[in-house]
T-cell receptor
Framework: EAGVVQSPRYKIIEKKQPVAFWCNPI?????LYWYRQNLGQGPELLIRYENEEAVDDSQLPKDRFSAERLKGVDSTLKIQPAELGDSAVYLC????????????FGPGTRLTVT | AQTVTQSQPEMSVQEAETVTLSCTYD???????LFWYKQPPSRQMILVIR??????QNATENRFSVNFQKAAKSFSLKISDSQLGDTAMYFC?????????????FGKGTRLSVIA
């Protein structure tokens, strides 16, 4: 079974530029999470999807961040414009809606804003 | 709100020895899960072990075991026979799956180095 796939693995951009991250969850997982992990910290939730619906986006900086999950499968997280403080690792995770609801993580995208 | 605290930013252990990583948490919930995740330099977050709060028996996975003290809100990880491949960041995390797919709340992590 394929795991959670994320791309790109690394991205370096100048401030004020746009950037997008892509995530493909494990097949059949209806819940998808985007976490941000700052250097030396644990991950923190940005947004959670149940199928196509964003059910928890209270921590998403909506002035510059946006996300979508078309057809309840793949998801894209966008930042426009990027700021220096956005440099971090962006992790995607997915889980089933029942059972232990264990979250499976992708390898993350390391963003560096210069 | 739930919080998770890991008071040891860095630890080291000799290969084949035993090491214990500490974690405390704060919640008003009675039913929840606690986790230890391993994050090697590759950044892939890997589940090491899970403990369900209603279970009194401490979880064990091969060389990894936990000491879960519910009243004290303590959840430590013991790694026995440490191996070089255990070198990684270790995160303690909390979640309330009985309330649906809630996000994980992580501690700040402990960097473990296993020395040959």
């Amino acid at each position: 079974e394929a795991g959670v796939v994320q791309s790109p693995r690394y991205k370096i951009i100048e401030k004020k530029q746009p950037v997008a991250f892509w995530c493909n969850p494990i097949s059949g997982h209806n819940t998808l999470y985007w976490y941000r992990q700052n250097l030396g910290q644990g991950p923190e939730l940005l947004i959670r999807y149940e199928n196509e619906e964003a059910v928890d986006d209270s921590q998403l900086p909506k002035d510059r961040f946006s996300a979508e999950r078309l057809k309840g499968v793949d998801s894209t997280l966008k930042i426009q414009p990027a700021e220096l403080g956005d440099s971090a690792v962006y992790l995607c995770a997915s889980s089933l809606a029942s059972g232990t609801r264990e979250q499976y993580f992708g390898p993350g995208t390391r963003l560096t804003v210069t | 709100a739930q919080t998770v605290t890991q008071s040891q930013p860095e630890m080291s252990v000799q290969e084949a020895e035993t090491v214990t990583l500490s974690c405390t948490y704060d919640t008003s919930e009675n039913n929840y899960y606690l986790f230890w995740y391993k994050q090697p330099p590759s950044r892939q977050m890997i589940l090491v072990i899970r403990q369900e709060a209603y279970k009194q028996q401490n979880a064990t996975e091969n060389r990894f075991s936990v000491n879960f003290q519910k009243a004290a809100k303590s959840f430590s990880l013991k790694i026995s026979d440490s191996q070089l491949g255990d070198t990684a960041m270790y995160f303690c995390a909390f979640n309330r799956p009985y309330r649906g797919n809630t996000p994980l709340v992580f501690g700040k992590g402990t960097r473990l180095s296993v020395i040959a």
